[in-house]
T-cell receptor
Framework: GAGVSQSPSNKVTEKGKDVELRCDPI?????LYWYRQSLGQGLEFLIY????????KSGLPSDRFSAERTGGSVSTLTIQRTQQEDSAVYLC?????????????????FGPGTRLLVL | EDKVVQSPLSLVVHEGDTVTLNCSYE??????LLWYKQEKKAPTFLFML????IEKKSGRLSSILDKKELSSILNITATQTGDSAIYLC????????????FGQGTRLTINP
């Protein structure tokens, strides 16, 4: 497909279980982002991958959260020992970074998200 | 702390009305301001603004950035029920990587 895809679209899990969320970015996009949107909240940055550089993990809320990006394409966000406050929509976005006259041009395109419910 | 604030949080109007959505920001290392429309789950890109005072238009939607006032507006003229959505404002900043800082969103409802 032409857009960012995510799976599963919905996930219900029990408190304490681990979950894995998957993101397939747009082909050729070098940057990949994970965001979280809790009920009634704005989008919250979690983690960022750019090419082969070390990821920026500064937005991860706790050490229960981790993410990897294999082969510079698909990314997996893992939440260990889930808690009820982890319930949210997890959105992935990808972009292609380009520089014109030293101005960074980058538009992030979002996937449909994974709605996670922790019971 | 980087912050983006949108107003109003919620707006209900009748079809055909014109609406103006507001976004103000306080960030370091500003790069650009983006508007997204969110229906269901995934935000879709509307505009990216980097220069102050230059209006961007797409059909009935238009947006402009005011870097002096640290704000942006999104206008929708002749609104239609299909315009009902959450409109998100995000500011791109550079902190090592480029990150988007999002506002809370404006929930726009267009009644027939």
């Amino acid at each position: 497909g032409a857009g960012v895809s995510q799976s599963p679209s919905n996930k219900v899990t029990e408190k304490g279980k681990d979950v894995e969320l998957r993101c397939d970015p747009i082909s050729g996009h070098t940057a990949l982002y994970w965001y979280r949107q809790s009920l009634g909240q704005g989008l919250e940055f979690l983690i960022y991958f750019q090419g082969n550089s070390a990821p920026d993990k500064s937005g991860l809320p706790s050490d229960r959260f981790s993410a990897e990006r294999t082969g510079g394409s698909v990314s997996t966000l893992t939440i260990q020992r889930t808690q009820q406050e982890d319930s949210a929509v997890y959105l992935c976005a990808s972009s292609f970074r380009a520089y014109t006259a030293e101005v960074l041009w980058e538009t992030q395109y979002f996937g449909p998200g994974t709605r996670l419910l922790v019971l | 702390e980087d912050k983006v604030v949108q107003s109003p949080l919620s707006l209900v109007v009748h079809e055909g009305d014109t609406v103006t959505l507001n976004c103000s920001y306080e960030v370091t290392n500003f790069r650009s301001l983006l508007w997204y429309k969110q229906e269901k789950k995934a935000p879709t890109f509307l505009f990216m603004l980097t220069s102050s005072g230059i209006e961007k238009k797409s059909g009935r939607l238009s947006s402009i950035l005011d870097k002096k006032e640290l704000s942006s507006i999104l206008n929708i003229t002749a609104t239609q029920t299909g315009d009902s959505a959450i409109y998100l404002c995000a500011v791109a900043i550079i902190q090592g990587a480029q990150k988007l800082v999002f506002g809370q969103g404006t929930r726009l409802t267009i009644n027939p």
